[in-house]
């Protein structure tokens, strides 16, 4: 299994809904990313997790909240999103934690009305 | 600090043409460099990539890079593309540490 499988693929929110990103791998791998992409733009890095350890967070408003609850799990908490923040939301997952080869899911595509 | 930089935006090409995708990067440590591929709707798939060892790379559709440290260029090329070819190309590079940055992508169109 070499695959990084991300849900939902598609949500539509509310400003004032709480919603959840869920990613999961079952590759052993020990690091796991959070990525936001806007449309015709590059996967800006918003979270790093190592060993299931919150390592890097790259300034990243409140209203995200990520939850790495085991070695193959990776939630996102949304509340209180703006507009703004309607975007492709990646997760990718990596054997080590030293910045080698990204295993990528293929989003959820976020709107936030 | 590190950053990417990939000056065309996009790329058109006729298919069976060559293709040469450009990439420099700037990093005040040794770097591994990467090249990853992004169809419509999908995530981020890993083409190629550079972390020691022979500077010539190549993938398995006949993709290929070369790591020039004098010139911190990392260019992609393809001697004849075909319709599959047709993505976003995105240069990457990564201190040997967690963060990996992006260059901003490239679209390459191939016409047939």
């Known amino acids: 299994d070499t695959e990084v499988t991300q849900t939902p693929k598609h949500l539509v929110m509310g400003m004032t809904n709480k919603k959840s990103l869920k990613c999961e791998q079952h590759m052993g791998h020990r690091a796991m990313y959070w990525y936001k992409q806007k449309a015709k733009k590059p996967p800006e890095l918003m979270f790093v997790y190592s060993y299931e350890k919150l390592s890097i967070n790259e300034s990243v408003p409140s209203r995200f909240s990520p939850e790495c609850p085991n070695s193959s799990l990776l939630n996102l908490h949304l509340h209180a999103l703006q507009p703004e923040d309607s975007a492709l939301y990646l997760c990718a997952s990596s054997r080590e934690d030293r910045g080698e080869k990204l295993f990528f899911g293929s989003g959820t595509q976020l709107s936030v009305l | 600090a590190q950053s990417v930089t990939q000056l065309d935006s996009q790329v058109p090409v006729f298919e069976e043409a060559p293709v040469e995708l450009r990439c420099n990067y700037s990093s005040s440590v040794s770097v591994y460099l990467f090249w990853y591929v992004q169809y419509p709707n999908q995530g981020l798939q890993l083409l190629l990539k550079?972390?020691?060892?022979?500077?010539l790379v190549k993938s398995i559709n006949g993709f290929e890079a070369e790591f020039n440290k004098s010139q911190t260029s990392f260019h992609l090329r393809k001697p004849s593309v075909h319709i599959s070819d047709t993505a976003e190309y995105f240069c990457?590079?990564?201190?040997?540490?967690?963060?990996?940055?992006f260059g901003t992508g490239t679209k390459l169109q191939v016409i047939p």
């Open positions: 990457a590079v990564s201190g040997g540490y967690q963060k990996v940055t």
């Open positions: 550079y972390l020691s060892g022979s500077t």
